[in-house]
C-alpha cells in the first residue's frame, strides 16, 4: 500500500500506480493458490500420520519437507515476481544472491550461480533493490546453513518494470516531504558536548548493538556512563517504543537527564531497518528537539552502507554502534593523550633543571676545594700513598721475575744429573738383553735342527729307509743336496715316521 497518494497530481502517475498494483494482485492471488494447493496436500499428510507416535528429528522433517515440494508443482521450473531487496551484485565466484518480496512484505531468497551465462552484461548493471523482476527457477528446500529454509534457484531472470519499486518510492516521498517540512536543516542541528558523563542508549536489550557498545566502552576505560532504554528496533511497534522512551527522557529531572541520546540498533535488511525510515519517528525527534526537552540526539543504524532518515534529522549519526560508542568516548580518550604528553613535557624539564642544578653546584663544590687545607693534605696523603703502592709492586714483580730464573735453573741441573745417571745405568742393561736374545736364538735353533728328517736319519740309523711319493728309495744325498722334492721315512716295519716337503 502507498502512503500520501493523495497528494500527486498528476493523473497518468495515478493510472499507472493503479495497474501494477492490480498486477501485483494477481499475482498475490496465484502465488495464494499454489502455497493453499501444497497446504492442502501437507495437511492432508499430516492427517494420515496424525495417530503415528514416531519421534521425528530435524534431518527426517528435512526429508519430508523435499518430498513434499518434489511431488508438488513447485517441483518443476516457475515464474516468480517481485521486487529486488537485499541485492548483492555478482561475487569473484560468479553467483548472485537476492531476495524478491511482493506488496505484502513476504520475501523469497533466491541465488543465481553463473550469472553471466544467464543475465546479459546490460542487464546485470541496471539491477538493483527496488527493481521490479521476473525470475523461473525451481524450489529448493535447504537446512545447512541457518535452519530449513527454501530459496528458488533462478535459472532465467528478466526486468519486468525498471522503474523503483514501492519501497524506493515511498523513501523518495518521504525524504521530499521530510526536506519541505525543514526536518533536514542543518540550523536544527546541535554541536555535541565534548565531554559528554552521561549517555543514554536506545536499543533493544538482547541486541548484538547493546554489547557492542558496552564492549567499547569497557575497553577504553573512561568516566562515561550509558544507561540502556530498550525498545523494539524492528517491526510495527519500534517507531512507538522508540518515541515512549524518548518521553521519558525528556520527563527526567535537570541531574538526572544525560547529556547525549544514542538511539542504534545493529545491521539488517532493508526491510527490518525501514521503521527508521517512518516519518512519525523524524517527526517526533524534531519536535521534541525543537521544544528544548530532547538532550543532543545520535543515532548510528545499521552498516556503513545504511543511511536511513532518521539519519538527516538527528544531531549527528555514526555508520555502526561500535564507531558511535567510539566517538563518544574518543574526547576522553584525546584528552588523557594530551596530559600525557604534557606531563611528559613537564617531567622532561624537571630533569633538567635538576641536571643543570646539579653541574653548577659540583662546579662550585670544585671551587672551594681548592681553599680546603684538609682536602689538599688528604689529596697529598692520598698520592704519597698510591706512590708507595707503586713502589712495593715494582719491587714485587722483581722478586717475582728472579725466583721464576731461580727456579727455572734448578730444573735444568736436574734434568742433566737424571740424564748422566741414565748413561751409566742403560749400556749394562743393554748388554744383558742382547745376551737373553742370543740365548735364545741358539735354544730355538737347536730345536730346529733336532726336528729336522735327517735327525731322525741318524737316530733310526738301520731301521729307516727314505722314499719318494711313489715308494721309489732316494739317496740320503737328496736331503743334503736339498733338492726340491717330497721325502719320506718310514720304519723297517713300513710305517712312516716323517713326511717331509722339500720346495
Known sequence: ?????????????????????????????????????????????????????????????????????????????LWVKGELSNFCPRNRSGHMYFDIRDDNSNKLSCTLFGVNYVVAPDIQDRLENGVLVAVKGSIKCISKYRGSQYQCNVRTLKIVCEDTGSYEQQLLEWTTQLQQEGLFDATHKRTLPAYAQQVAVITSQDGA????????????????????????????????????????????????????????????????????????????????????????????????????????????????????????VRPFLDLHTQCSHKHQLLTNRLLDMLHQKHICHTRIHEEIKEYNIYACIQFSHQSMLHRVQQSINTICKKY???????????????????????????????????????QHHYTTHQNITQAMPWCMLVKYPNTCLLQDEKGNQLHINTLKQRKKGHAIIVSGGGTVCIEYRIL
Open 1 to 77: 500500500m502507498m502512503l500520501f497518494r493523495d497528494q500527486q497530481n498528476n493523473q497518468d502517475v495515478q493510472t499507472q500506480i493503479k495497474s501494477r498494483s492490480r498486477k501485483r494482485k494477481e499475482t498475490v492471488s496465484l502465488h495464494s493458490m499454489k502455497r493453499n494447493a501444497v497446504t492442502k496436500e501437507a495437511m492432508d499428510t499430516i492427517k494420515i500420520q496424525k495417530n503415528d507416535d514416531t519421534m521425528w528429528t530435524p534431518t527426517s522433517v528435512q526429508k519430508k519437507l523435499e518430498q513434499l515440494i518434489q511431488t508438488s508443482e513447485l517441483a518443476t521450473p
Open 209 to 328: 548493538a547493546w554489547q557492542d557498545v558496552r564492549q567499547t566502552i569497557a575497553n577504553a576505560n573512561v568516566p562515561l556512563q550509558f544507561t540502556l532504554y530498550p525498545c523494539m528496533v524492528q517491526g510495527e511497534k519500534c517507531v512507538s517504543s522508540i518515541l515512549i522512551q524518548l518521553e521519558t527522557i525528556c520527563e527526567l529531572g535537570l541531574d538526572d537527564k544525560p547529556d547525549i541520546v544514542l538511539i542504534t540498533r545493529g545491521g539488517g535488511s532493508r526491510e527490518d531497518l525501514w521503521a527508521f525510515n517512518q516519518p512519525a519517528l523524524a517527526r517526533g525527534v524534531h519536535a521534541m528537539r525543537s521544544i528544548g526537552q530532547l538532550p543532543h540526539v545520535v543515532c548510528a543504524i545499521g552498516h556503513q552502507v545504511d543511511t536511513p532518515l532518521l539519519d538527516n534529522v538527528c544531531d549527528a549519526s555514526f555508520i555502526t554502534p561500535t564507531y558511535a560508542a567510539q566517538q563518544l
Open 400 to 438: 717475582e721475575s728472579v725466583y721464576q730464573h731461580i727456579h727455572q735453573r734448578h730444573h735444568r741441573e736436574l734434568l742433566l744429573s737424571r740424564l748422566k745417571q741414565s748413561h751409566q745405568v742403560y749400556p749394562q742393561k743393554i748388554q744383558q738383553h742382547i745376551q737373553h736374545i742370543h
